[in-house]
């Protein structure tokens, strides 16, 4: 199922919301604020994104757009309780609009609230019956709620073969049920105004979630063909090295992956190259301090990587790849791009970009 992130309002709503405010700081500047708050969400600093949001509603209490950003932005860090009460306040101040009731469903399906996850669809659906996100995401929620009978069913009686089969089909169904599920990252009517709309979200992980207008799915490339040519050792030892080399690097992302996990910081930290490109540029003392402490607060982490797609070009290599994250009840999911860099006969992380 799948969350879909969504970063700006209709056009004609911003508008409706910002008439009759007392403005303590200039329109532009709210907008100029908001699109900060939300390129600093996409770099994944949750920290700062959250303090420009705040900044904001400071000046602007009733904003509807810098509350559902700060509604994204608390789920982003695991606030899913916070989170919840900001898009719960959204439904009530402006019951008409459908997308804050989508998200509500997503984060109570991830506590596994699958009746609450329900109304808040229906509530989508009545407000907007085009909203074609949440139809397909109450489906996403009927089945889940239908495997659940049907588990009950056999706890009872295991011999049920009825029950079995039932229960493999749905299963077969949401054959993606324990994988990422997403977050819908537009508006379903009017135009977007500032922030821009963030490029449709990749997938948040939760229990469970749905899915929203078409999000990209991130597809490997296809292998390329091999013509038939004449056979040359020259080339052959090179396709050899270059095989081995994306081993190396592939072998040195899945350790980072895996230092992540274990929330061994000095070992996490060690993968990047002295000269790796902060998000935002900002202080790579800061940058650390930050991580650490990400990494530090939750109990446990659990980091999974898929669809690794690698070229390498001399000493420059790059890596595309989705990237699983569970930490507790939490999951998210991201696309990830990488520059890797040989320094001294190991592959060091020089740039890396989420999107979602």
Known sequence: MTLHRFSAFPHAFASLICAGLIALIPLAACADTLQDA????????????????????????KDA?????????????????????VFTKLTED??????????????????????????????????????????????????????????KALQIDSSNTSAQSKLALI???????????????????????????????????????????????????????AQPSEAKPAPAVENHSAASDKQDVEKAIRDWATAWSRKDIKTYLAAYAADFKTPGGEPRSAWEAERTRRIDKPASIQISIEKMQITIEGDRAT????QYYTSGKFKSSTTKAMVLVSRSGKWLIQQEQVSN
């Open 319 to 322: 890596a595309k790849f989705r």
């Open 171 to 225: 299963r077969d169904l949401m054959g993606t049920s324990s994988r990422p599920a997403t977050l819908a990252s537009r508006s379903t009517s009017g135009k977007v105004p500032p922030p821009a709309p963030a490029t449709p979200a990749a997938k948040v992980e939760v229990a469970t979630a749905a899915k929203s207008e078409p999000a990209p799915v991130v597809k490997s490339e296809p292998a390329p063909v």
């Open 65 to 85: 757009q810098a509350r559902f950003l700060k509604g994204l932005i608390l789920t982003e860090m695991n606030r899913q309780n916070d989170a919840i009460a």
């Open 94 to 151: 402006y019951p008409e609009l459908p997308e804050p009731y989508n998200n509500l469903a997503v984060l109570y399906a991830q506590q596994r609230q699958y009746e609450k996850a329900k109304n808040a669809l229906e509530m989508a659906i009545r407000t907007h019956p085009s909203y074609a996100t949440a139809h397909e995401n109450l489906g996403d929620i009927y089945a889940r709620m239908a495997s659940q009978a049907y588990d």
């Open 38 to 61: 939300n390129r600093l969400m996409k770099q994944g600093q949750l920290g700062p994104a959250l303090e420009k949001t705040e900044q904001v509603l400071v000046a602007k209490p």
